[in-house]
């Protein structure tokens, strides 16, 4: 993937994959625009990525893409700037681990804001002068969650399945404008996502792909024009598995997992 003359825009970049994200297309020569709420991490990683890199630039935007309006913001910053946005990684997202009816009702509204209304308004805005210039791609970053429904990961599940579905769908409309649409699945990462989450039957640090891991799988696969890809060979087979049986025994079979890990227990994942 060589990169143009645009930006490569990431969100959710001050950790875990999207920060990966950042370093790995900054050593292929890609300037950036890092998007998260905490403005130290983005000028940490900001500051480390110009040092190492020479002749690119990196651009550091805080912003809560929860926030009312933040995605129009976004773009209008971007646009003001003449930062013209080749390629979008939709990265950020949030989970929680518990029973759904017993999660705070705010936490339950940033999930959906995050994981699917942030990353369909940052599709749209961008999407349309990417078709306008007949170049440019988006990589929405969805989960192995999203291929089964999940006891105790009810929303999070739901959420990852919309954008599964949402970014294959993108791969069609969007590939007659000359523009490419991805999306990547990964399985459980050792990132923050379990410390924000909540442990589980699946935070085992051992069977857990490194950030790196991810990123250079989702890079190959984008260099080859994959409209999709689950990263780790593990998670290949379990997504084999999870499309093969019936949806009733996999819901009945991670609810008991869940219930041994305690996390239909009130409050769990809150």
Do not use: C
């Not at 905490?38 to 929860?66: C, F, N, Y």
């Not at 699946?202 to 990263?231: C, G, N």
């Amino acid at each position: 993937m060589v990169p143009p003359q645009g930006y490569a825009l990431i969100t959710g970049a001050s950790s875990g994959i999207g920060e990966e994200f950042a370093r790995q297309l900054a050593a292929r020569g890609w300037s950036l625009v890092l998007v998260a709420r905490s403005q130290d991490r983005l000028e940490k990683v900001r500051g480390e990525l110009m040092s190492a890199h020479m002749g690119i630039d990196v651009v550091a935007i805080p912003l809560d893409l929860t926030a009312p309006g933040a995605p129009a913001d976004l773009f209008q910053r971007t646009r003001a700037a003449n930062l013209d946005v080749d390629l979008l990684i939709n990265n950020a997202g949030v989970g929680a681990l518990g029973e759904f009816a017993l999660l705070d009702l705010n936490r339950v509204r940033r999930m959906i804001d995050l994981n699917i209304v942030a990353l369909v308004e940052l599709a749209h805005l961008y999407l349309q002068p990417m078709m306008q210039r007949q170049r440019g791609a988006v990589i929405d970053i969805a989960s192995v969650a999203g291929f089964s429904p999940l006891p105790y990961s009810a929303l999070y599940a739901a959420t990852k399945a919309f954008v599964l579905s949402f970014s294959q769908a993108l791969f069609e409309e969007a590939r007659q404008h000359g523009v490419h649409v991805m999306v990547v699945n990964p399985g459980s990462t050792e990132t923050n996502f379990f410390q924000v989450a909540g442990k589980g039957p699946f935070s085992d640090p051992s069977r857990m792909q490194t950030s790196a891991e991810v990123v250079r799988e989702s890079l190959r696969a984008f260099d080859r024009k994959k409209s999709s890809i689950v990263t780790g060979a593990s998670n290949r087979w379990l997504v084999v598995v999870l499309t093969l049986l019936p949806r009733r025994w996999i819901t009945s079979a991670v609810a008991r997992a869940m219930r041994r890990a305690n996390m239909g227990v009130p409050g769990k994942g809150q």
